[in-house]
T-cell receptor, first 112, second 111 residues
Framework: KAGVTQTPRYLIKTRGQQVTLSCSPISGHRSVSWYQQTPGQGLQFLFEYFSETQRNKGNFPGRFSGRQFSNSRSEMNVSTLELGDSALYLC???????????FGQGTRLTVV | QKEVEQNSGPLSVPEGAIASLNCTYSDRGSQSFFWYRQYSGKSPELIMFIYSNGDKEDGRFTAQLNKASQYVSLLIRDSQPSDSATYLCAVRDTGGFKTIFGAGTRLFVKA
């Protein structure tokens, strides 16, 4: 079974731009969660999608948004990028409630 | 109070020793608990999960759960230099899908 796939692996963007990151979960997994990881803040929960619906949301500004498609693939979008958005963005997929979550390789976003 | 708390370390142990990593959580309704290992620059890798009170062993790793005390721990026996990494404690919320992570404990195993 293929693992969680995130694209692109690396991105460099300029302040004020927007960016879209993609995540393809493990086949059969319908829940996808997104996390932001920075050295100072650790892994911060962004949001979780299940069957195209956002069910959980973390404490991030509205510039951070996401969606999930019918094939369970998910995208997250960050608009009006700020320098502080530079981070490793990770997605994880889960098959069902209270089972293991598996991470993708992450997208390293650098905002200059 | 943070939802999932871990000692940030670093924890330094000699090769062959037992490393003990601890974690407390605040959501009494949580039913599933996970330990991830993360090497620098890499994504977290699942190493253990536990759902029931008591101990669960997998090779050199033992996870321990005490729901009454809201406490989870991970023991690594016969620690190896390759175990040097950050260990993340993760707790699934009452709903079963939202995972909250602790800040992680950095472990150094000295050869």
């Amino acid at each position: 079974k293929a693992g969680v796939t995130q694209t692109p692996r690396y991105l460099i963007k300029t302040r004020g731009q927007q960016v879209t990151l993609s995540c393809s979960p493990i086949s059969g997994h319908r829940s996808v969660s997104w996390y932001q990881q920075t050295p100072g803040q650790g892994l911060q929960f962004l949001f979780e999608y299940f069957s195209e619906t956002q069910r959980n949301k973390g404490n991030f500004p509205g510039r951070f948004s996401g969606r999930q498609f019918s094939n369970s693939r998910s995208e997250m979008n960050v608009s009006t990028l700020e320098l502080g958005d530079s981070a490793l963005y990770l997605c994880a997929s889960t098959e069902q409630a209270n089972t293991e979550a598996f991470f993708g390789q992450g997208t390293r976003l650098t905002v200059v | 109070q943070k939802e999932v708390e871990q000692n940030s370390g670093p924890l330094s142990v000699p090769e062959g020793a037992i490393a003990s990593l601890n974690c407390t959580y605040s959501d009494r309704g949580s039913q599933s608990f996970f330990w991830y290992r993360q090497y620098s620059g890499k994504s977290p890798e699942l190493i253990m999960f536990i759902y029931s009170n008591g101990d669960k062993e997998d090779g050199r790793f033992t996870a321990q759960l005490n729901k009454a005390s809201q406490y989870v721990s991970l023991l690594i026996r016969d620690s190896q230099p390759s175990d040097s990494a950050t260990y993340l404690c993760a707790v699934r919320d009452t709903g079963g899908f939202k995972t909250i992570f602790g800040a992680g404990t950095r472990l150094f195993v000295k050869a």
